[in-house]
């Protein structure tokens, strides 16, 4: 993949938290729908002091295949 090639919408993109340990990303489209293709990178840290089982899930509502999802979890 070039890097040429991607614009970064970091900054268009709106992330909201509507419950307790849940996060909701929505990209600025006109139509809510992604005609080219986005690679999605989420950042994250799992927290040491935890006791229960890792569950990590991310669902994309109303998006097609057009998303790569990258998720890098740090310890």
Known sequence: ??????EDVTDSVNITFP???QYKVEFNTPDDQITT?????VNG????????DLALR?????Y????ILAI???G
């Open 58 to 62: 991310s669902t994309l509502y109303g």
């Open 45 to 52: 840290h799992i927290d040491p002091n935890s006791k229960g």
């Open 37 to 41: 293709p986005y690679i999605v990178v």
């Open 72 to 74: 890098n979890v740090m």
């Open 19 to 21: 419950n307790p340990n």
């Open 1 to 6: 993949m070039n890097p040429d090639n991607f």
């Open 64 to 67: 097609n295949s057009n998303i």
